[in-house]
């Protein structure tokens, strides 16, 4: 716990277990190795009312799968399954009370986001709006895609989770910022010689743990620019496409005698 707040007091949350009396989470991406975004999960049977709080390191986007949340503002008001919750980073949330209820956060790092978009979007002049309740498909299926990956131990490493990062950080900072806004795209495919050099690196590093950081540097491009342009020239995500590489390279290993199945 980082303290309790009394009276009027924001609690200075790091962490969701920070709120929650210590609860532990169900699965976590803290153990990833890279902090630029942490997906967690909690099966709160009973508690509450929690103190007001606020996380202040990352921005923070909440999903009620099931249960009961009670959120105790000016008037009380009872959440949905699968409504969302995106508040900024050091913004107040209200105080709320949990029964049997399943929760999936997503805590993004904002100098993570700033750098994922690059000069695709001026991110330090946006402003992010806290917004609760709503129901936003796109959101839930990023947060799905992250709950399955945690739950089956993070076979797609960094790469997964960067990709994850700089896809949601495009999403907050194009709906919830206080002036909409639409990414600049560079061209509908990346140029022959840069696909090129990536595939390559790609190939030579398939052992390594891969980075999107490691990926976009290498052609001199933005995140969320990289994953655009290698998406639309290739069909596959950058997550997706090293999964196929490292499957054909296994086939091709085992093919060639070189190593059991074991």
């Known amino acids: 716990m980082q303290g309790r707040a009394s009276g009027g007091e924001i609690l200075q949350a790091k962490r969701p277990a920070d709120v929650l009396g210590g609860i532990e989470p169900l699965f976590s991406s803290a153990n990833s190795k890279w902090d630029g975004l942490i997906i967690e999960r909690y099966r709160v049977e009973k508690f509450g009312p929690t103190p007001r709080f606020c996380f202040s390191e990352h921005h923070d986007i909440s999903v009620y799968r099931d249960g009961i949340v009670e959120v105790h503002d000016k008037r009380s008001t009872i959440l949905y399954s699968d ?3 995106i508040f900024p980073a050091g913004a107040p949330q209200s105080s709320y009370t949990l029964l049997k209820t399943r929760v999936t956060l997503a805590l993004l790092d904002p100098a993570f986001v700033r750098r994922a ?16 309740p709503t129901l936003d498909e796109q959101l839930d299926h990023f947060l799905r895609a992250a709950e399955i990956e945690i739950e ?4 797609g490493g960094r790469l997964f989770l960067e990709s994850l990062g700089t896809a949601l950080a495009a999403h907050l900072l194009t709906h919830y910022a206080a002036k909409r806004v639409t990414p600049r795209h560079y061209g509908n495919m990346m ?9 390559d690196f790609i190939q030579e590093n398939l052992g390594k743990d891969l980075s999107l950081a490691d990926l976009s540097a290498g052609v001199q491009m933005s995140k969320y620019h990289f994953c655009h342009l290698f998406k639309r020239s290739t069909g596959l995500s950058p997550h997706q496409y090293v999964k196929r590489a490292r499957v054909q390279r296994a086939r091709q290993l ?3 005698h070189r190593f059991s199945l074991v």
Request: no cysteine.
């Open 83 to 85: 409504s969302l919750a």
């Open 254 to 256: 085992l093919a060639e």
């Open 117 to 132: 978009l690059g000069n695709v979007i001026n991110s330090d002049a946006l402003e992010i709006i806290p917004t609760m």
């Open 152 to 155: 089956s131990g993070l076979p």
């Open 191 to 199: 140029p022959q010689h840069l696909l090129r050099r990536t595939i």
